[in-house]
């Protein structure tokens, strides 16, 4: 029987609850269970590690979300980082969430809950107080105490200060219409329309004396950009970082232009802390995109990671430094054939640290900033938020297919490993999850592909399973060995009875810049011949695997690559389409960023419109094929909500054990 289905999700993240059966699987005298879609959405997710100012503890957030009672809670904690207590800091109370862990000193924490900054000891059964209530809400807070000083992100109007953002709100709110105007092509992007609200960054300077403390007039930073002629593309800053010492800023914005939406050019300021000061371009010789700057920890350099090909939003990562008193740029590990994301210096100034992507793992690499030579420092799973302790230690997040994320300490000069914490232990103290098992095999244009096997839940090999083949977006994106909390998480396809297949076809990054770059203009020639011969290789040896039970899942490029194989073969059963693209020629026209199709080539999902997924299912529907739609209208790119998200993983995983005839370990609906 052949039958597909398009199933249109128009955003990320969902959870469902269901009941669980005991299952005596093949690990020794242990009674497990299936990773069920209610145990996944209850998993603990840890933030990243917030150091404190003696390098000896660190703050962490836990975030968690109750099925039953369908509320989200967050939490943070503090980790002595060389004897491993954990204390709790602030309320578990379902519903109460916290974020953005910061240290004012080594004795006094700081969060934001609502919107506002909160101040609160570390010792002591004190409750939090306020210390910053703006009129409007602030993200991604950062203080320096040499200069006592809060810098933060918000959204504000041309030329406004945030008091008087909140009276232009009001007076927008009398508006008799909803009329919005456009005259540029930036009118919407990912999941948003353009409005005159921009992320601006502010400095403010912090008053610690007494129990009060106050918070000065802020100072917009970027307000000193060019004045631009149209206010709806106007500056809007991305990230930023503040130097050690407080006295410098580095931000990232994208230009206000005509080309905004096919032009990839992402540029990066140099200003002062201080009132007045213009900030100073740093990357205007280059017109790609420039992203992560951190600065040394003497605040004499700043490093960031630059993109050099115009249109190109998966072009490599190159290493660039600058040294400010010289104002002389540099470039480190230019011959490096891997793409880095992030960076972070070593406490001595020496050395940078970044994660790449190498072989399905992303990997911790130390640079030698003046020589530009590399050192591996992890070589399993996927590595995350490097916080540096000292010059031979460093705190960051590790997870693996069958590990959810835990904070880990890695010493660079031996490379050993010790995990300090294990925030789902309780959880998953029953359930059973499977490794990953590498394999290569030849692939399109003769190259060695990569791809991996995620066995099912109580795996038997006189059992015949049926197959999962998980397809990844980009397609210069890659699936990594990880422990994901999105909708394409191994496991929970293997939970569900599915040998559960994972290729990084062409276009895939770690395995070189060629081997990314070659996917141009071959969407449905590599990645397809890639896919195939990935199948074909894994059930000619893998003989518990029922190939006339095969069914192929993928989001964004992995839906349009779902499509592809609707026409093109009937080797699978089933199929299903998550945001995936149906016709490039309409798709160009409804995008948000046209460089992808000129380079490559949720109904609140500006990427992939959802018109591309209904013409799919009007199509099926028509010819009369077994198809359903399942539309999320408060949705984007990604499912977000975690009641979307069961909801998502219900349907899913029903559908394709109905089209393989399959009987899940545990009731899925």
Request: aromatic share 12%; hydrophobic share 35%.
């Amino acid at each position: 029987m052949r039958c597909y289905s398009s199933a249109r999700v128009l955003a990320t993240l969902a959870y469902a609850a269901n009941s669980v059966a005991s299952i005596v699987t093949s690990r020794a005298t242990d009674i497990l269970q299936p990773l069920d879609i209610k145990t996944f959405h209850s998993l603990n997710r840890i933030g990243s590690p917030v150091v404190s100012p003696s390098q000896k503890l660190a703050l962490f957030t836990t975030s968690y979300y109750d099925p039953t009672e369908n509320k989200n809670t967050a939490y943070i904690s503090c980790l002595d980082i060389y004897n491993g207590n954990i204390t709790r800091l602030t309320e578990n109370t379902l519903g109460t969430f916290v974020s953005n862990p910061l240290w004012f000193d080594e004795e006094t924490i700081g969060f934001l809950k609502k919107g506002a900054l909160y101040k609160q000891p570390l010792y002591g059964n004190t409750v939090p107080s306020e210390v910053f209530a703006p009129p409007i809400a602030i993200s991604n807070v950062m203080y320096r105490a040499s200069q006592d000083m809060l810098t933060f992100v918000a959204s504000v109007f041309p030329n406004c200060t945030m008091d008087e953002c909140v009276l232009v709100k009001q007076r927008n709110a009398m508006r008799t219409d909803s009329a919005m105007v456009f005259d540029n092509l930036w009118a919407r992007h990912w999941n948003e329309w353009m409005t005159m609200e921009k992320p601006n960054v502010f400095a403010a300077r912090l008053d610690r004396t007494g129990s009060k403390w106050s918070v000065g007039p802020e100072t917009n930073i970027a307000a000193m950009l060019p004045h631009t002629a149209d206010p709806l593309t106007r500056w809007s800053v991305d990230d930023y970082t503040v130097s050690p010492a407080g006295d410098n800023m580095a931000f990232v914005v994208r230009p206000p232009a005509d080309n905004m939406t096919w032009a990839t050019n992402v540029d990066i300021y140099l200003a002062s802390t201080k009132h007045g000061s213009r900030p100073r371009l740093l990357t205007g010789q280059m017109n790609g995109t420039a992203s992560a700057p951190t600065f040394s920890w003497d605040g004499r350099r700043l490093a960031w990671l630059q993109m050099e090909t115009s249109g190109y939003e998966s072009d490599i990562n190159r290493i660039f430094i600058y040294t400010l008193a010289t104002r002389k740029t540099v470039a480190v590990a230019y011959d490096w054939d891997l793409s880095p994301h992030n960076l972070m210096w070593s406490r001595d100034n020496k050395s940078l640290y970044t994660v790449t992507g190498s072989k399905g793992r992303s990997l911790i690499v130390q640079i030698d900033a003046l020589t530009g030579h590399r050192r591996e420092l992890t070589t399993t799973g996927s590595a995350a938020s490097i916080r540096p302790i000292d010059d031979q230690s460093l705190l960051f997040v590790h997870s693996d297919t069958d590990k959810p994320a835990d904070i880990h300490m890695l010493n660079t000069q031996s490379q050993a490993v010790q995990q300090l914490t294990n925030t789902n232990a309780q959880t998953l103290r029953s359930v059973h999850l499977s490794k990953a098992e590498d394999f290569w095999f030849t692939g399109a244009h003769g190259d060695k592909v990569h791809g991996w096997v995620v066995r099912p839940f109580g795996f038997n090999r006189r059992t015949t399973y049926p197959l999962a083949l998980l397809m990844h977006g980009g397609p210069q994106q890659a699936s990594t060995q990880s422990f994901s909390h999105s909708q394409w998480n191994p496991n929970m396809y293997a939970s569900a009875g599915f040998v559960t297949v994972v290729i990084n076809f062409h276009g895939s990054p770690g395995y070189g810049q060629n081997f990314t770059n070659s996917v141009r203009h071959k969407w449905g020639d590599y990645p397809y011949v890639d896919l195939m011969r990935g199948v074909d290789y894994v059930t000619s040896r893998m003989r518990f695997i029922d190939k006339t039970r095969m069914v192929a899942l993928g989001g964004s490029f992995g839906g349009y690559m779902a499509n592809w194989i609707n026409g093109h073969t009937d080797k699978f059963c089933a199929l299903v389409s998550h945001d995936g693209k149906f016709s490039t020629i309409s798709g160009y026209y409804g995008t948000d960023e046209l460089w992808f199709p000129e380079w490559d080539l949720g109904e609140k999902d500006f990427r992939i419109s959802s018109t591309e997924s209904l013409g799919a299912w009007t199509m099926m529907r028509r010819r009369g094929v077994p198809a359903r739609l399942v539309y999320f209208p408060d949705e984007d790119h990604w499912i977000n909500r975690a009641g979307n998200s069961v909801r998502w993983h219900t349907e899913v995983l029903d559908w394709i054990t109905k089209w393989t005839n399959t009987s899940a370990p545990y009731r899925i609906r």
